[in-house]
């Protein structure tokens, strides 16, 4: 059997390359793959301009769906009899001021129970301020473990002219703190009376009071808007003689 050479060009096989962004070309019998020009845009600014334009325009979408629901809303309310409107305004109303009252109220009990509470609360903050050392008897002294709590020793930096050391506290790893105070002083949580220690938990105890008492305002505040709120919407819903006395007078002109 005669087997005849094939001398046409071999074909070159391409994929699909719409994916990709190329170009194919056939030159000559030869597949030419040509890479399109990638588009970027020219900054972040350009992206976040984009992206800035997006959002504004969903809120403005969202924004104008609330008015016309609202519009709708108050379409509806404007259709009702004055009895209809009125029994709307309560079912309205009324879980939103019960919701403010109970809120004032539980504002009202914190104050009561935080000022009941004065005495322990003010011992603790005395406490904390005689234990942290922050009254200006006390000294303190950071000692880098072992060896140096000796060195301090033997140099008599343990022992300063007319204090005594109470309390060595470690600080995590090596360090810890030396707690150092007069020798005529009974212990470190003597401070927890003495006259430094109560005024600042006075300090404390009043601010947190006044955080409580400034709550206590914005609820009653709140309280007293809806309650005006809805009292003026019924004060505007005319009654029964009113429609009458009106539809009279219509009538006459």
């Known amino acids: 059997m005669l087997i005849t050479p094939n001398h046409s060009s071999p074909q070159q096989h391409v994929g699909p390359v719409d994916e990709y962004n190329v170009d194919i070309q056939q030159l000559n019998g030869a597949t030419h793959i040509k890479q399109n020009q990638t588009t970027f845009l020219d900054s972040d600014d350009t992206a976040v301009e984009i992206i800035q334009r997006e959002v504004d325009s969903e809120q403005a979408t969202l924004q104008l769906s609330q008015t016309h629901a609202e519009l709708d809303r108050q379409y509806d309310y404007d259709e009702l009899m004055p009895s209809e409107k009125r029994l709307a305004l309560e079912r309205h109303w009324t879980p939103i ?33 005689a234990y942290n050392c922050q009254h200006p008897d006390v000294r303190t002294l950071q000692c880098m473990g072992d060896n140096h709590f000796q060195h301090l020793m033997q140099t008599g930096q343990l022992q300063p002219e007319g204090y005594k050391l109470v309390d060595r506290r ?35 105890f009043d601010r947190d009071l006044q955080r ?26 005319p009654t029964f003689e009113q429609l009458i006395s009106d539809t009279i007078k219509r009538a006459k002109k």
Do not use: W
Request: with cysteine.
């Open 97 to 129: 001021i019960q919701k403010l009252a109970s809120e004032h109220e539980s504002y009202c009990d914190a104050v009561t129970e935080f000022e009941d509470d004065q005495s322990r609360y003010r011992a603790q903050i005395q406490a904390d301020f």
């Open 212 to 237: 409580l008492i400034d709550r206590r305002k914005k609820a009653a505040v709140k309280l007293t808007e809806a309650k005006q709120r809805a009292r003026a919407q019924l004060a505007a819903i």
């Open 170 to 204: 470690s600080m995590g790893g090596l360090s810890h703190k030396l707690v150092f105070i007069p020798q005529n002083v009974p212990s470190l949580m003597h401070y927890a009376d003495s006259d430094e220690a109560k005024a600042f938990s006075q300090v404390e």
